[in-house]
């Protein structure tokens, strides 16, 4: 069985057992944890993401969705490690991939993956560094590039508006095969609804554990208002247990 939350007419669906807190807290030794390359090919967890690819990739048979957005209602819902592996997902199906950190209030990317936050998207925004200087290649992982947030900023939200972050923008989608941000909680700030219009689509986090539902009403209300193109909710936090015989089959292989 599997849950969706429809959104004009599209879902997109998972459900698996997330490891965030585990991930976060062990960043800083070993990227893997929590991470599709420290998961069994065939675990539940890896199934779901190959499953959000292939709806992602059917949504869009004629333009296919070159950027995505991943926000979420509330912070701790587990959106910034369902980009990451999102992010990893593409790779390992042979695309381009890069992950933009565009959360720099609380950014967890660099940490996730084991990189430096020294140069980032403010440095590149704020005309610092160039995009070459920032941009990471992934350690034991193909064709997977990280922009980390770098410096906080004082004004997140005029930097993803401006000028420079539109020109940055384009021309990630010029030169890769998918971009995938990770961006705020859409309720607590006003970063994601600036970036949202700009991209080819968003998928909104919904943790079962931890969600606030009528947060995650308001998060859907408010990017449709800036007109973000809403691709489906991706449901977080769902104990194995309640997946019943799946979560069994997928133990066996």
Request: charged share 20%; with cysteine.
């Amino acid at each position: 069985m599997t849950e969706a939350f429809h959104t004009q007419g599209q879902e997109v669906v998972a459900r698996y057992q997330s490891r965030r807190s585990r991930a976060v807290r062990d960043a800083e030794k070993d990227y893997d944890i929590g991470i599709l390359g420290g998961l069994e090919s065939h675990s539940p967890a890896v199934e779901a993401y190959r499953l959000v690819r292939t709806n992602l990739q059917y949504l869009a048979v004629d333009k296919p969705l070159r950027s995505i957005m991943i926000t979420s209602g509330l912070p701790g819902e587990g959106k910034s490690l369902t980009a990451a592996n999102l992010a990893l997902s593409f790779a390992n199906a042979g695309k381009t991939t890069v992950l933009v950190e565009a959360d720099m209030r609380r950014p967890v990317q660099s940490a996730l993956f084991g990189l430096a936050n020294v140069y980032g998207l403010s440095a590149v925004l704020a005309g610092s560094c160039t995009l070459n200087e920032a941009l990471q290649l992934v350690p034991r992982a193909k064709n997977l590039w990280v922009l980390p947030a770098g410096p906080t900023p004082p004004n997140p939200a005029e930097l993803l508006g401006s000028r420079r972050a539109h020109e940055l923008f384009a021309g990630l989608v010029n030169d890769y095969e998918v971009v995938i941000y990770d961006t705020p909680p859409a309720v607590m700030v006003a970063d994601p609804l600036v970036l949202a219009p700009k991209v080819d689509g968003v998928i909104l986090v919904v943790s079962a554990e931890n969600s606030d539902h009528v947060q995650s009403q308001k998060a859907k209300e408010a990017l449709e208002k800036v007109g973000a193109r809403i691709l489906g909710v991706i449901l977080n936090d769902v104990p194995l247990k309640r997946m019943g015989y799946y979560a069994r089959y997928y133990r066996r292989r």
